[in-house]
């Protein structure tokens, strides 16, 4: 009796345990659909408000919307001062906790992206960049960190990480987040846009994240002129950006805002030393033009942050 017993329960714990993985699939694919759902059929401009903006949050919105544009294709060109709530535009401007409040942000919310949409399709019409005005106010590792994470909502992206050192991790402090999509940050991007998910990107501090090298998307983070450490270290299951040799890491595309480069490292343990840097090109990418824009009613989403 005691053996059926324990059988029967054997039996329903893995019943139970199978059933909570099919939960968590389900929820891992739902979340990834979500994020999959707005993409911007044409590039739009980034403008930004005349009366609410600051000269850091423009710098910080700009390398955002480099960032962005390497890897979706988006020209994201900065035109100066415009009127929120125009098509074709991701509007920037500060707001007040009240105003945020107002608009259904979270209490919790440093910034936050309201986006419209055309009916019956996937395609994104206007975007609202809103940072909260005492977070603008200088240019902060914060601040940067926002409009990366920020801007990733207005190119498309709905959903967040649950890794917090990825950038469009569902967090308020943005204190350890890099400044670059990850490889899980990157796959949430909109399918439309094409594969841009290889090259790798140094940020503004000089540290280097490379998103999928044998198997593996990692983080170089520089401890001086031409030497880099091993930091983070993901499970992308891609071979794009490099390949390694011995003790020899050649990157085939490591994109800065001063140009492309291809770029060899020698690896000694978790210590890399540059050896070798090749001029690769630009770092701008090809406008994305798409089809002409449909005309139709919009949608407004609520804000996210």
């Given at each position: 009796?005691?053996?059926?017993?324990?059988?029967?329960?054997?039996?329903?714990?893995?019943?139970?345990?199978?059933?909570?993985?099919?939960?968590?699939?389900?929820?891992?694919?739902?979340?990834?659909?979500?994020?999959?759902?707005?993409?911007?059929?044409?590039?739009?401009?980034?403008?930004?408000?005349?009366?609410?903006?600051?000269?850091?949050?423009?710098?910080?919105?700009?390398?955002?919307?480099?960032?962005?544009?390497?890897?979706?294709?988006?020209?994201?060109?900065?035109?100066?001062?415009?009127?929120?709530?125009?098509?074709?535009?991701i509007h920037v401007r500060t707001v007040t906790r009240?105003?945020?409040?107002?608009?259904?942000?979270?209490?919790?919310?440093?910034?936050?992206?309201?986006?419209?949409?055309?009916?019956?399709?996937?395609?994104?019409?206007?975007?609202?960049?809103?940072?909260?005005?005492?977070?603008?106010?200088?240019?902060?590792?914060?601040?940067?960190?926002?409009?990366?994470?920020?801007?990733?909502?207005a190119v498309g992206i709905t959903g967040h990480s649950?890794?917090?050192?990825?950038?469009?991790?569902?967090?308020?402090?943005?204190?350890?987040?890099?400044?670059?999509?990850?490889?899980?940050?990157?796959?949430?991007?909109?399918?439309?846009?094409?594969?841009?998910?290889?090259?790798?990107?140094?940020?503004?501090?000089?540290?280097?994240?490379?998103?999928?090298?044998?198997?593996?998307?990692?983080?170089?983070?520089?401890?001086?002129?031409?030497?880099?450490?091993?930091?983070?270290?993901?499970?992308?299951?891609?071979?794009?950006?490099?390949?390694?040799?011995?003790?020899?890491?050649?990157?085939?595309?490591?994109?800065?805002?001063?140009?492309?480069?291809?770029?060899?490292?020698?690896?000694?343990?978790?210590?890399?030393?540059?050896?070798g840097v090749r001029d690769h090109g630009t770092a701008?990418?090809?406008?994305?033009?798409?089809?002409?824009?449909?005309?139709?009613?919009?949608?407004?989403?609520?804000?996210?942050?």
């Amino acid at each position: 009796m005691n053996h059926k017993r324990n059988q029967d329960t054997c039996k329903a714990r893995t019943r139970f345990f199978i059933a909570f993985l099919a939960v968590c699939f389900v929820m891992i694919v739902a979340e990834k659909a979500q994020a999959q759902t707005r993409y911007w059929n044409e590039s739009p401009t980034i403008t930004f408000d005349r009366d609410n903006t600051t000269g850091a949050l423009q710098v910080a919105v700009g390398y955002a919307a480099w960032s962005l544009g390497q890897r979706t294709g988006l020209s994201l060109d900065l035109t100066g001062f415009g009127d929120e709530r125009t098509l074709g535009t991701i509007h920037v401007r500060t707001v007040t906790r009240s105003q945020a409040t107002a608009e259904g942000a979270t209490s919790s919310a440093l910034a936050y992206v309201i986006s419209a949409f055309y009916q019956g399709t996937d395609q994104l019409a206007r975007a609202e960049l809103r940072v909260l005005d005492y977070e603008a106010e200088f240019l902060t590792d914060r601040l940067l960190r926002a409009a990366v994470h920020e801007m990733g909502h207005a190119v498309g992206i709905t959903g967040h990480s649950p890794y917090p050192r990825d950038i469009m991790y569902r967090g308020t402090g943005y204190g350890d987040q890099r400044y670059t999509l990850s490889a899980g940050d990157i796959s949430m991007l909109h399918a439309n846009y094409g594969q841009h998910g290889c090259h790798a990107e140094v940020d503004r501090d000089g540290d280097v994240y490379i998103p999928a090298i044998e198997g593996y998307g990692a983080e170089l983070v520089t401890t001086g002129a031409g030497t880099f450490t091993l930091g983070s270290v993901s499970d992308s299951g891609e071979t794009c950006s490099g390949a390694i040799a011995g003790s020899v890491v050649t990157l085939y595309d490591v994109r800065a805002t001063d140009g492309r480069y291809r770029v060899e490292l020698d690896m000694l343990g978790a210590d890399f030393t540059l050896i070798g840097v090749r001029d690769h090109g630009t770092a701008e990418v090809k406008t994305r033009t798409g089809k002409v824009r449909p005309r139709g009613a919009v949608t407004e989403s609520g804000p996210v942050d």
